[in-house]
């Protein structure tokens, strides 16, 4: 099963955004896709619970969390005002996610990624700044370290990285001992080891050749699947006007070691920028894969030379 | 007084410039790009090539002739191989010749077939011990499979040659990646050449190259590609009725180009690559020991002969295979020369 977030907005994005939005009849939605079953394609999920807003539901990052047989979704929504961090349970039965809490905190900026370490606590890449979004390409620009990565222990946020810049993608290794870290802007791939007081040390960093975006790891090997944009300023066009510009897409997979801090090669599993635009992530599940884009479509595909 | 100091600073200030481009032009050559490494299918490493298969050329029925031991501690092979042999057997084909070939390393090579009287004609360029490079031609005898030597092509404006292509049964285009010395290179000059042979004289057909190395020829004859591996291009040259060349297209594909095979039919150019140029020479200084340097093969297509998309249709750490120079494509299937060692054999299953 794969939980998809879609409609992509916030004060971050520049107004064309939101008039390709309009035009599309696009809402913040969360989806379902089920990779043993691609027929059935996507679904939407409907969102209940009544302290939920759909109004400025703009969701971004995202996080699974199985526990004691419930499955728990986080996600990343930027709001009007703030960014927050929403938990839901999915209702396998009625299709539905409840919404069960909202994280606020003060330390939060600009939310992108989230990734949960139990029902009460995760790590989230709080990446920027400003929330503007010609302050924000300023940032990106001048490589401003304005971002963090926060960890939210069960009552608040607190800072637990040096400043980062651009940190976006967040996810567990494997045997949850590590947190890999995407830099997009700082093309990096950055693994940490958590310590006792979940601050964050920062134990390796790897140079990719391209901007990437959201990180996910395959369950069978621990290897890391990245979602990539190999044109940054094709990208950076295309999420000021979807419409018009066209951006390329590319996704790696990074063969980590044993321990899981070190990479060993880099595969190239798709590179593309005539029918996709913008990968951002990318799921593998028994030689099939799921593409997301930023605010293209996604795409399905079968792996069979690895 | 004024005016000196301000013309001074007008020439320092074009002189800083000009340096500043051509460090960042080196800078480009040396680059070290990630390898994200993807094959089009499931590949064989073959065997019977330990010395080298830089460069290699099929025929249309099947047969590809591989040219091995450039690197100066192997020794030089002309070695065939069939695509529609399925044991993949790589056999070394005896030379025939009054002269003492022993002592030779071979480089590019180029085959003729004479489709109305049936003779196969081969060219390969011969790196001498004397320090002479030569043009060496033979006909293939298919009934006692052997090369026989018929001809030598010597000419003083022979200098550094790397690859060749025939255009007839006796003529050939042939570049030269050097004039004078490796301080060219250096110095980013660009006087390497490309020269034509006409059956009895040599003549340069055109100037102007770093480090042309890789040449081939359209289908239809009309248009001449030649790789410049530290330029990072492919040019497009037209014939003209008197054999000269004229420059119509510089592509660049911001890889260490080698050697260029043309698709009979489809006009596609087949390039083997280096992505890490800087890695390559080191590689090749260590005549192939130690970490090796990272392939790759571009597919080229063609409209008119002019070069249009470019695609990657292979890219390795070196793993699989070291140091890629040269691959041709038969019925779906490609084999990959390496500089320093065995050809790759790969099915294409996933490629545009």
Same mark, same amino acid.
């Given at each position: 099963?794969?939980?998809?977030?879609?409609?992509?907005?916030?004060?971050?994005?520049?107004?064309?955004?939101?008039?390709?939005?309009?035009?599309?009849?696009?809402?913040?939605?969360?989806?379902?896709?089920?990779?043993?079953?691609?027929?059935?394609?996507?679904?939407?999920?409907?969102?209940?619970?009544?302290?939920?807003?759909?109004?400025?539901?703009?969701?971004?990052?995202?996080?699974?969390?199985?526990?004691?047989?419930?499955?728990?979704?986080?996600?990343?929504?930027?709001?009007?005002?703030?960014?927050?961090?929403?938990?839901?349970?999915?209702?396998?039965?009625?299709?539905?996610?409840?919404?069960?809490?909202?994280?606020?905190?003060?330390?939060?900026?600009?939310?992108?990624?989230?990734?949960?370490?139990?029902?009460?606590?995760?790590?989230?890449?709080?990446?920027?700044?400003?929330?503007?979004?010609?302050?924000?390409?300023?940032?990106?620009?001048?490589?401003?370290?304005?971002?963090?990565?926060?960890?939210?222990?069960?009552?608040?946020?607190?800072?637990?990285?040096?400043?980062?810049?651009?940190?976006?993608?967040?996810?567990?290794?494997?045997?949850?001992?590590?947190?890999?870290?995407?830099?997009?802007?700082?093309?990096?791939?950055?693994?940490?080891?958590?310590?006792?007081?979940?601050?964050?040390?920062?134990?390796?960093?790897?140079?990719?050749?391209?901007?990437?975006?959201?990180?996910?790891?395959?369950?069978?090997?621990?290897?890391?699947?990245?979602?990539?944009?190999?044109?940054?300023?094709?990208?950076?066009?295309?999420?000021?006007?979807?419409?018009?510009?066209?951006?390329?897409?590319?996704?790696?997979?990074?063969?980590?070691?044993?321990?899981?801090?070190?990479?060993?090669?880099?595969?190239?599993?798709?590179?593309?920028?005539?029918?996709?635009?913008?990968?951002?992530?990318?799921?593998?599940?028994?030689?099939?894969?799921?593409?997301?884009?930023?605010?293209?479509?996604?795409?399905?595909?079968?792996?069979?030379?690895? | 007084?004024?005016?000196?100091?301000?013309?001074?600073?007008?020439?320092?200030?074009?002189?800083?410039?000009?340096?500043?481009?051509?460090?960042?032009?080196?800078?480009?050559?040396?680059?070290?790009?990630?390898?994200?490494? &993807?094959?089009?299918?499931?590949?064989?490493?073959?065997?019977?090539?330990?010395?080298?298969?830089?460069?290699?050329?099929?025929?249309?029925?099947?047969?590809?002739?591989?040219?091995?031991?450039?690197?100066?501690?192997?020794?030089?092979?002309?070695?065939?191989?069939?695509?529609?042999?399925?044991?993949?057997?790589?056999?070394?084909?005896?030379?025939?010749?009054?002269?003492?070939?022993?002592?030779?390393?071979? &480089?590019?090579?180029?085959?003729?077939?004479?489709?109305?009287?049936?003779?196969?004609?081969?060219?390969?360029?011969?790196?001498?011990?004397?320090?002479?490079?030569?043009?060496?031609?033979?006909?293939?005898?298919?009934?006692?499979?052997?090369?026989?030597?018929?001809?030598?092509?010597?000419?003083?404006?022979?200098?550094?040659?790397?690859?060749?292509?025939?255009?007839?049964?006796?003529?050939?285009?042939?570049?030269?990646?050097?004039?004078?010395?490796?301080?060219?290179?250096?110095?980013?000059?660009?006087?390497?050449?490309?020269?034509?042979?006409?059956?009895?004289?040599?003549?340069?057909?055109?100037?102007?190259?770093?480090?042309?190395?890789?040449?081939?020829?359209?289908?239809?004859?009309?248009?001449?590609?030649?790789?410049?591996?530290?330029?990072?291009?492919?040019?497009?040259?037209?014939?003209?009725?008197?054999?000269?060349?004229?420059?119509?297209?510089?592509?660049?594909?911001?890889?260490?180009?080698?050697?260029?095979?043309?698709?009979?039919?489809?006009?596609?150019?087949?390039?083997?690559? &280096?992505?890490?140029?800087?890695?390559?020479?080191?590689?090749? &200084?260590?005549?192939?020991?130690?970490?090796?340097?990272?392939?790759?093969?571009?597919?080229?297509?063609?409209?008119?002969?002019?070069?249009?998309?470019?695609?990657?249709?292979?890219?390795?750490?070196?793993?699989?295979?070291?140091?890629?120079?040269?691959?041709?494509?038969?019925?779906?299937?490609?084999?990959?020369?390496?500089?320093?060692?065995?050809?790759?054999?790969?099915?294409?299953?996933?490629?545009?």
């Amino acid at each position: 099963l794969t939980f998809i977030t879609s409609g992509i907005d916030g004060p971050l994005f520049s107004p064309t955004m939101k008039e390709y939005h309009k035009k599309d009849n696009v809402r913040g939605r969360i989806m379902l896709f089920n990779l043993e079953k691609p027929a059935d394609g996507v679904r939407e999920l409907m969102i209940v619970g009544n302290q939920f807003s759909y109004e400025d539901f703009a969701p971004h990052g995202i996080s699974v969390l199985e526990e004691k047989g419930k499955i728990f979704l986080f996600v990343v929504v930027h709001r009007a005002e703030e960014d927050t961090v929403e938990k839901f349970e999915f209702l396998e039965k009625t299709l539905e996610l409840k919404h069960l809490k909202t994280y606020k905190g003060t330390l939060v900026h600009l939310l992108n990624d989230v990734a949960a370490t139990g029902p009460e606590t995760f790590y989230t890449t709080d990446y920027g700044y400003y929330r503007n979004h010609v302050l924000h390409f300023l940032e990106q620009i001048i490589g401003l370290y304005y971002g963090h990565v926060l960890y939210y222990d069960g009552r608040d946020f607190i800072r637990v990285s040096e400043p980062t810049y651009m940190a976006n993608g967040i996810t567990l290794s494997k045997d949850g001992r590590h947190v890999y870290v995407v830099s997009s802007a700082g093309k990096k791939f950055i693994v940490y080891k958590p310590e006792a007081n979940n601050r964050l040390t920062k134990i390796n960093e790897v140079e990719l050749d391209t901007f990437p975006d959201n990180p996910t790891i395959d369950p069978v090997t621990g290897d890391v699947l990245l979602g990539c944009h190999p044109i940054g300023f094709k990208i950076t066009k295309h999420l000021n006007d979807p419409s018009t510009e066209i951006a390329a897409s590319q996704v790696l997979m990074l063969h980590m070691d044993k321990s899981g801090t070190n990479v060993t090669g880099v595969t190239e599993l798709l590179s593309d920028d005539l029918e996709l635009y913008g990968s951002s992530s990318a799921t593998l599940y028994k030689k099939r894969m799921l593409v997301g884009t930023v605010c293209h479509k996604m795409m399905y595909c079968e792996v069979n030379t690895l | 007084m004024a005016a000196v100091k301000f013309v001074l600073s007008i020439i320092a200030t074009v002189v800083f410039a000009v340096v500043m481009k051509k460090l960042a032009t080196v800078w480009n050559v040396f680059r070290s790009p990630v390898i994200a490494v &993807h094959a089009p299918g499931p590949c064989i490493r073959l065997e019977g090539a330990e010395g080298g298969s830089e460069d290699l050329t099929a025929l249309p029925d099947g047969r590809v002739f591989i040219s091995s031991g450039v690197i100066s501690s192997e020794k030089g092979k002309i070695l065939l191989m069939d695509f529609l042999d399925n044991t993949h057997k790589i056999k070394e084909l005896q030379l025939q010749s009054d002269q003492n070939m022993s002592d030779a390393h071979y &480089h590019g090579l180029s085959v003729w077939q004479d489709n109305e009287k049936g003779g196969l004609t081969l060219a390969v360029i011969m790196h001498r011990s004397s320090g002479e490079d030569t043009v060496e031609m033979f006909k293939f005898d298919e009934k006692k499979q052997i090369l026989i030597h018929s001809k030598t092509v010597r000419d003083p404006l022979f200098y550094e040659l790397n690859d060749l292509v025939l255009v007839s049964e006796n003529q050939f285009y042939v570049t030269c990646s050097l004039k004078w010395s490796l301080l060219e290179l250096f110095l980013h000059l660009r006087f390497g050449e490309v020269l034509f042979y006409d059956g009895s004289r040599v003549r340069v057909a055109a100037g102007g190259h770093i480090f042309a190395n890789g040449i081939n020829i359209s289908p239809d004859h009309r248009h001449v590609y030649v790789a410049e591996l530290l330029e990072k291009d492919i040019l497009v040259y037209e014939r003209q009725g008197d054999n000269s060349l004229v420059l119509k297209q510089t592509k660049y594909v911001d890889s260490g180009v080698d050697n260029i095979e043309v698709d009979p039919k489809s006009g596609d150019l087949w390039v083997g690559a &280096h992505p890490r140029i800087g890695t390559l020479i080191y590689f090749m &200084h260590r005549e192939g020991q130690g970490a090796p340097s990272p392939s790759q093969v571009l597919k080229i297509k063609t409209e008119k002969g002019m070069l249009r998309d470019v695609i990657e249709v292979f890219l390795d750490d070196g793993g699989e295979i070291p140091a890629s120079s040269v691959a041709t494509v038969f019925k779906n299937r490609m084999v990959i020369g390496s500089v320093t060692s065995n050809p790759l054999l790969c099915d294409i299953k996933y490629s545009k």
